[in-house]
């Protein structure tokens, strides 16, 4: 294999942007990351992925400009070149030149981010990277295969029934809408099973509302879940480490929205409330802090996770919603406002997750592949 020379010292790279609709997510995230980040400027490389999919390398310039409270935005710039064991190359005159690097931080949400799609390209790319691998990232992603993993090991889920749209005949969405009320009271959740942030979920009341909750569901995944709706807090746990793990005390969500969708979460400022730690007394933060860091341990979580659930509040009990791989990021999220309430400043959080994916790569490396 031919070396390609390399620039400069080894960079730290943030990877943000991406094709999901959670795009503008990640940029406030990798901002908020950018600020955070002790390493010093010249240490850092930052790689934008614009909606069309072009990774393009960005200026130092932008990294101070985002450090002094510019908005992150996705500049033009010199295209960045994928080649396994070579890494990121881009092009500077008539030569390659292959982007030393210490670690990728892919703060990446949803589809392409977080589903174990990057993971594989950064395997194959021979480079350490934050985060869980390829079987974490893409079984997280998967609300109904990972639910399936859980009620195996006999967690405690929310009850669901998944619909693959190649089986879904739109004719027979009456008969569905039956068979749905005899296990389930109204409202119901219908859900994209590989979502991400609220997108295309829908609340449903009666049967005029189902059909056009799963067409809408269908725009964005394959697969879609419906689930009944709890009358439920929701409880969220941040999960940190790779082999050894701390479970932090537990936050609260209370929606100002009938629930915790996308304009609850992003668009309307007082959308929610987030109280933390969460009003739950001591055997219950610890039961719940027991089950994330089974739940994060089953799913194969490396680096970070914030695991969700529904404390019902009719029967007390705990419910696991779902598992986040790839949290949001930014100052005001629940995943590093959790970590600080415990003692773990935004900063010192940010040095273990990089230092996490260093040892994970380390530890992957010193596995045979071969009997030569």
Known sequence: MVTLPHDHDKKTIIVYGGRSGEHEVSLRSAASVIRHLRTPSNR?????????????????????????????????????????????????????????????????????????????LLELLELPYVGSGVLGSSLGMDKEKVKRVWMQAGLPVVPFRSLEKSLFDAKQS??????????????????????????????????????????????????????????????????????????????????????????????????????????????????????????????????????DFFLDKKTGQLLLNEINTMPGFTNVSMYPMMCQASGLSYSDLLDTLLDLGKKEFIQKNSLAYSNT
């Open 44 to 120: 850092l490389c930052l790689i934008a992925i614009d909606k069309d999919g072009n990774w393009i390398l960005q200026t130092q310039s932008l990294i101070e400009e985002v450090r002094q409270g510019a908005e992150l935005k996705i500049q033009g710039g010199k295209a960045i070149l994928l080649i396994p064991g070579q890494g990121f190359v881009y092009q500077e005159k008539d030569q390659l030149i292959s982007i030393a690097c210490e670690v990728v931080f892919p703060v990446l949400h949803g589809s392409f981010g977080e589903d174990g799609t990057i993971q594989g």
């Open 174 to 307: 009456h008969q569905l809408w039956q068979q749905i009320l005899t296990i389930y009271t109204v409202p119901v959740f219908v859900k994209p099973s590989r979502g991400g942030s609220s997108v295309g979920i829908s609340r449903v009341l009666n049967e005029a509302e189902f059909l056009p909750a799963l067409e809408l569901a269908f725009k964005f995944d394959n697969k879609v879940l419906i689930e009944p709706g709890i009358d439920a807090r929701e409880i969220e746990v941040a999960v940190l480490g790779n082999d050894t793990l701390q479970a932090f005390l537990p936050g609260e969500i209370v929606p100002q929205h009938e629930y915790y969708d996308y304009d609850a979460k992003y668009l309307d400022p007082d959308g929610a409330r987030f109280q933390i730690p969460a009003a739950i007394d001591q055997d219950q933060i610890d039961l719940v802090r027991d089950i994330a860091i089974k739940a994060y341990q089953l799913c194969e979580a490396r680096g970070l996770s914030r695991v």
